[in-house]
T-cell receptor, first 112, second 111 residues
C-alpha cells in the first residue's frame, strides 16, 4: 500500500521562474493539504484541496496556487519565485478534511 | 489567529534520561496531534489527543492533553538515540479546520 508520493524530491530554480510540485495521496485518501517548511521551523499551511476545490487557505500570496485532479492527486504551483520560497514543501493526505494526515517526504525547493 | 508555541526549542540529553516537551496555545483546540520528523523526511503521526485531560501512552512516550484543551505535553522515559528528531505538535480549532503546526522541539539523544 503506497503512502504519499511527492515529485520531484529536489529542485533548483532561478528567481522569477515558475515551479510545479506534484503529490499522489495515500490509497483511500481523498483530501490533500500542502505545507511549506523553512529550515528549522514547523510546517506552515498553504492550502487544502477536497473534491477538486480549494477548501481552506493559509496566509500565502496568490503566487501560490494548486489543483486537485479526479484521481485525488494534486499539484502546487508557485509563480515568480523569490529567494524566500526556498523550503521543503510537504504534501499530506487524509480521508476527508478532518482525517488523520499522512505526509510525503517532501520536495526540497532551492531558489537561486 | 491560532498559534501553537513549543518549548524548549532545543534539547540535548544523554541516553537513559527522561524529558518533557510542551505545546501551548491561547486557543482551544478540538484535538492536538504529535508528530516526529527526521531530517529529509515528512512528519510521522505519533498520537492524537481529543478529550481534555486525556493521557495516552505509546511505549516509553506519554502524551497529555490539558483540561482546557489549550495545551499538551509529551514525556519520554529513558530516552534512546532512536528518539532523536524534531517533535511537532499540531491541531485545529474544529475537526474540519486547517491543521496548524508549532515550531517544533529538536531533540538530540546522545549515546
Amino acid at each position: 500500500d503506497a503512502g504519499v508520493t511527492q515529485s520531484p524530491t529536489h529542485l533548483i530554480k532561478t528567481r522569477g521562474q515558475q515551479v510545479t510540485l506534484r503529490c499522489s495521496p495515500k490509497s483511500g485518501h481523498d483530501t490533500v493539504s500542502w505545507y511549506q517548511q523553512a529550515l528549522g521551523q514547523g510546517p506552515q499551511f498553504i492550502f487544502q484541496y477536497y473534491e477538486e476545490e480549494e477548501r481552506q487557505r493559509g496566509n500565502f500570496p496568490d503566487r501560490f496556487s494548486g489543483h486537485q485532479f479526479p484521481n485525488y492527486s494534486s499539484e502546487l504551483n508557485v509563480n515568480a519565485l523569490l529567494l524566500g520560497d526556498s523550503a521543503l514543501y510537504l504534501c499530506a493526505s487524509s480521508l476527508g478534511q478532518g482525517g488523520s494526515y499522512t505526509f510525503g517526504s517532501g520536495t526540497r525547493l532551492t531558489v537561486v | 489567529t491560532q498559534l501553537l508555541e513549543q518549548s524548549p526549542q532545543f534539547l540535548s540529553i544523554q541516553e537513559g534520561e527522561n524529558l518533557t516537551v510542551y505545546c501551548n496555545s491561547s486557543s482551544v483546540f478540538s484535538s492536538l496531534q504529535w508528530y516526529r520528523q527526521e531530517p529529509g523526511e515528512g512528519p510521522v503521526l505519533l498520537v492524537t489527543v481529543v478529550t481534555g485531560g486525556e493521557v495516552k501512552k505509546l511505549k516509553r512516550l506519554t502524551f497529555q492533553f490539558g483540561d482546557a484543551r489549550k495545551d499538551s505535553s509529551l514525556h519520554i522515559t529513558a530516552a534512546q538515540p532512536g528518539d532523536t528528531g524534531l517533535y511537532l505538535c499540531a491541531g485545529g480549532e474544529t475537526s474540519y479546520d486547517k491543521v496548524i503546526f508549532g515550531p517544533g522541539t529538536s531533540l538530540s539523544v546522545i549515546p
